[in-house]
C-alpha cells in the first residue's frame, strides 16, 4: 500500500489522543511517545502503510504537536476547555467509563455533555474524512468516539471503516440506560468491522443493536446486516510486546535492579505487587483490604510479607479520580497504620509513573502479582507480568472480571467483589506447589505468546481488508424501531 498522489493516506488511525504526549521538562518541554504496546503496534503497521494518525494533542502541550512523529504524520484534533468538561471529563469519563464497567460508579446522562460529544465526535470524523484516500481503510478506537463512524460513513461511503473497542461492552439492562443508547449503537454501526476484547463483548453489542436498531443477523449473530451493509463484529483480543518484554527481562541490568529492589524492602520473603493506571474499576483498594486483613489474621506478617502497589497518575483533573486517589490513600494509610511497625509498613506505595525497565525489574521481583479490577476490557498489566517471567517463577491472582482471565485461565482466578475469596487465592498462589505454579505459568505464556499486540492489530486490519459477503439473507430480529 501506498499513499495517494493527493497526499491522503490508504490507512488513517483515529484515537482519542495522538501517539505522543509533551512532558514539560523545566522550560524545554519535549514530545515523546506515549508510552504502552499500543502505540507501538499501531505506529508499526502505519509505517509500512505510509498511513497517519489523527488524536488530539492533550492538554499538557503549550506548543502545538509536531506535524510527524517517527516517519507518521500526525493530524492534531483541537478540543476547547470547554469541550474537554463537557466531552472528556463529563460524557467520555463520567458516563460512559463507569456505565460500561458495570456502573460500579454511577454514570451521570447530563444533555450537555451528549451535545459536546457529538460535536467532538463529527470534528474527528471531518479530520478522517479530509485525510483518507479513495477506499481507504480508517480504524477508529474506543469509547471517546463511537459516533465517528456513523459520522464517517455519511461523509465518506467509499471508506473501509473499523472499530475497535478497548473497554468492555455492557449487557444489554445496563447499556439501555443510556438515553441516547440508539444514536451510539447507530454511531458504531457505520463500521464495516467492530471489534471487541472477548466474545462476550461482541454478543452483548450484537443483541442490544438488534434490539434497538433496524440491524438485523442472518442466523449468525456476529454478522449483521445493517442499511443494507454487512456489518462484521468479533472478538479481536489486543496482547502485548511479547519480546521486548522478555528481552527487557533477561537483562543483567534490570535483573540486578529487581534483587536490589528486594533489598531495598528489606528481604522479605514474599513479595506482592499491584500496577495499575489510578482506578476505581481497578479494585486497588480491595485488594489492600485483603492483604491487610492477612497481616490481621496473624497469616502475614509485617517485614516478612510486604507489599508493593504503583498507582498510576490518570486522568488527574477529574474530580471523581482525585476521590478515589484520596480513599484509596486512607486505605494505604489504615492498613500500614494497623499492621505496620517501624520501618517495616506493610503496604509500600507509589503514585507515580515508573519507566519501563522499572516496570519490568518490579514484575522480576514480584513473588505475586494481584491484578483484580472489577471489570476490565483486557489487562495488559497481567500479560506483561507473565511474559516477564521467563524462568516460570512467580504467581498470577486474576480477576475473572478482567478479559485477560480468558486466556489466562491458569492464573488463580478470583471474584474481586468477595474479599474471602480474594484472601483465599493469595494464600493459594503462595501455597501451591512450586511443581504446579511453574506448569501454571508455562501454559499462560504459551498462551500469550501464541498473539503478539502486533498479530492483534494486523488481524484487525486483515479482516477490515477481507472482502464483505453481497447482503445475505436475513432472519428478521422484531425490530419495531424502539
Ligand atoms: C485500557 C483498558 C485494555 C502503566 N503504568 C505505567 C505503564 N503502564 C502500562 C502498562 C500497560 C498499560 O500501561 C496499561 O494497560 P491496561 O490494559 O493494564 O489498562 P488501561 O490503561 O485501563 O487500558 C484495558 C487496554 O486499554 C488495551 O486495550 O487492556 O482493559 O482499560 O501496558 O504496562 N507503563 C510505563 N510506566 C508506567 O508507569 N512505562
Not at 476547555?81 to 458495570?102: I, K, M, R, V
Not at 498507582?311 to 492498613?335: G, I, T
Not at 482466578?413 to 511443581?435: G, Q
Request: aromatic share 8%; glycine share 6%.
Amino acid at each position: 500500500m501506498s499513499s495517494s498522489s493527493r497526499g491522503r493516506s490508504n490507512l488513517v488511525i483515529v484515537a482519542n489522543r495522538l501517539p505522543v504526549r509533551y512532558s514539560p521538562n523545566g522550560d524545554a518541554g519535549e514530545w515523546l511517545t506515549s508510552p504502552g504496546g499500543l502505540v507501538s503496534a499501531l505506529t508499526a503497521v502505519l509505517r509500512e502503510c505510509e498511513g497517519l494518525w489523527i488524536g488530539w494533542a492533550g492538554t499538557a502541550g503549550h506548543e502545538p504537536p509536531p506535524k510527524d512523529y517517527e516517519g507518521i504524520p500526525l493530524r492534531a484534533v483541537e478540543i476547547n476547555a470547554e469541550e474537554y468538561e463537557n466531552f472528556y471529563l463529563g460524557f467520555s469519563n463520567a458516563t460512559l467509563w463507569p456505565l460500561y464497567h458495570d456502573a460500579i460508579r454511577y454514570p451521570e446522562f447530563h444533555r450537555q455533555w451528549w451535545h459536546a460529544y457529538e460535536e467532538v465526535n463529527r470534528r474527528y470524523a471531518a479530520a478522517a474524512a479530509e485525510a483518507a484516500a479513495e477506499g481507504a481503510m480508517v480504524w477508529v478506537h474506543d469509547y471517546q468516539l463511537q459516533l465517528v463512524p456513523g459520522m464517517l460513513r455519511a461523509l465518506r461511503p467509499d471508506l473501509r471503516i473499523g472499530f475497535f473497542l478497548h473497554i468492555p461492552f455492557p449487557a444489554t439492562e445496563l447499556f439501555t440506560q443510556m438515553p441516547w443508547r440508539r444514536q451510539i449503537l447507530e454511531g458504531i454501526l457505520g463500521a464495516d468491522l467492530i471489534g471487541f476484547q472477548v466474545h462476550s463483548a461482541a454478543l452483548n453489542f450484537s443483541r442490544v443493536a438488534r434490539r434497538l436498531t433496524s440491524a438485523q443477523s442472518h442466523g449468525m449473530p456476529l454478522q449483521l446486516v445493517y442499511e443494507g451493509r454487512s456489518v462484521q463484529v468479533g472478538a479481536f483480543p489486543i496482547s502485548i510486546d511479547s519480546a521486548r518484554i522478555v528481552e527487557t527481562a533477561a537483562e543483567p541490568a534490570i535483573r540486578s535492579r529487581a534483587k536490589e529492589i528486594r533489598a531495598e524492602l528489606g528481604d522479605p520473603e514474599l513479595v506482592l505487587l499491584g500496577v495499575d493506571r489510578l482506578d476505581y474499576t481497578k479494585g486497588i483498594r480491595q485488594r489492600i483490604k485483603a492483604v491487610s486483613e492477612l497481616h490481621a489474621d496473624g497469616y502475614f506478617v509485617a517485614g516478612r510479607d510486604v507489599m508493593v502497589q504503583i498507582a498510576v497518575p490518570s486522568r488527574e483533573s477529574d474530580p471523581h479520580y482525585d476521590e478515589a486517589r484520596k480513599e484509596l490513600e486512607q486505605s494505604v494509610s489504615e492498613a500500614n497504620g494497623d499492621q505496620g511497625l517501624v520501618g517495616r509498613p506493610i503496604i509500600h506505595y507509589l503514585h507515580q509513573n515508573v519507566d519501563f525497565d522499572e516496570l519490568v525489574a518490579l514484575y522480576l521481583a514480584a513473588d505475586i502479582m494481584l491484578v483484580t479490577p472489577f471489570r476490565d476490557g483486557m489487562n495488559l498489566v497481567a500479560k506483561e507480568y507473565v511474559m516477564s517471567r521467563t524462568d516460570l517463577s512467580g504467581r498470577l491472582v486474576l480477576s475473572e472480571f478482567a478479559g485477560a482471565a480468558i486466556e489466562l485461565r491458569d492464573a488463580f482466578l478470583v471474584n474481586p467483589h468477595d474479599l474471602e475469596h480474594v484472601k483465599e487465592a493469595i494464600r493459594t498462589a503462595k501455597e501451591v506447589s512450586e511443581k504446579e505454579a511453574r506448569s501454571r505459568m508455562a501454559r499462560m505464556r504459551r498462551r500469550i505468546l501464541r498473539r503478539t499486540v502486533y498479530d492483534w492489530a494486523n488481524s484487525f486490519l486483515a479482516a477490515l481488508a477481507a472482502p464483505h459477503d453481497e447482503t445475505p439473507d436475513v432472519v428478521d430480529n422484531g425490530y419495531s424501531g424502539a
